[in-house]
């Protein structure tokens, strides 16, 4: 799977404070740090991408560090444009994570799915805890299912839309 992680909005959320306040050069390797563990245990594929204008001098440099792309936008572009640049390249295998509520109905547009930032966040942490007790992590469905036993439907005829179907998948392969 390859998700695309809009840097900042995901630092700020886990924060919980505004990035005016915040060590930015720490945060960001704190936050790298934290996807190449979180990668080195799921195998995703997570391009980080930051303003680059908020790093002095780095607009438009992008690097590898501990198997995570990391991208500073180039002068004149945010990072809300190379996240939608993505969106387009790679649409319905790309998932983003930003709480950018323009962004995710514009990304949405072209079929990648969005996931919010403490939602994401709080995913890599499951992960990253199941991973050190050695356990993988629970599978919500039912073992007939699984296992193709029965291919009547039960339950409630109403289904989630197609969107949240698609979500809640890539939820459960985080």
């Not at 983003?96 to 939602?119: F, I, K, N, P, Y």
Request: glycine share 8%; aromatic share 4%; proline share 2%.
């Amino acid at each position: 799977m390859r998700i695309a992680v809009d840097g900042y909005n995901l630092i700020a959320a886990v924060a919980g404070s505004s990035l005016d306040v915040l060590d930015l050069e720490a945060e960001r390797e704190s936050l790298i740090a934290l996807l190449a563990d979180y990668r080195s245990c799921r195998r995703h594929m997570i391009e980080l991408v930051f303003d680059g204008w908020r790093a002095a001098g780095s607009g438009g440099r992008s690097s590898q560090q501990r198997g995570v792309k990391v991208v500073f936008s180039p002068l004149g572009l945010k990072a809300d444009q190379v996240l939608l640049r993505l969106a387009e390249k790679y649409g319905a295998g790309l998932t983003v994570v930003t709480d950018d509520s323009e962004l995710r109905h514009r990304v949405q547009r072209h079929h990648a799915v969005t996931l919010g930032s403490l939602e994401f966040y709080g995913q890599v942490m499951t992960a990253l805890m199941a991973s050190e007790k050695g356990l993988e992590p629970a599978d919500d469905e039912p073992a007939e299912h699984r296992q193709g036993k029965s291919t009547k439907k039960k339950g409630n005829p109403r289904r989630l839309s197609r969107k949240e179907r698609q979500k809640a998948r890539r939820m459960k392969s985080l």
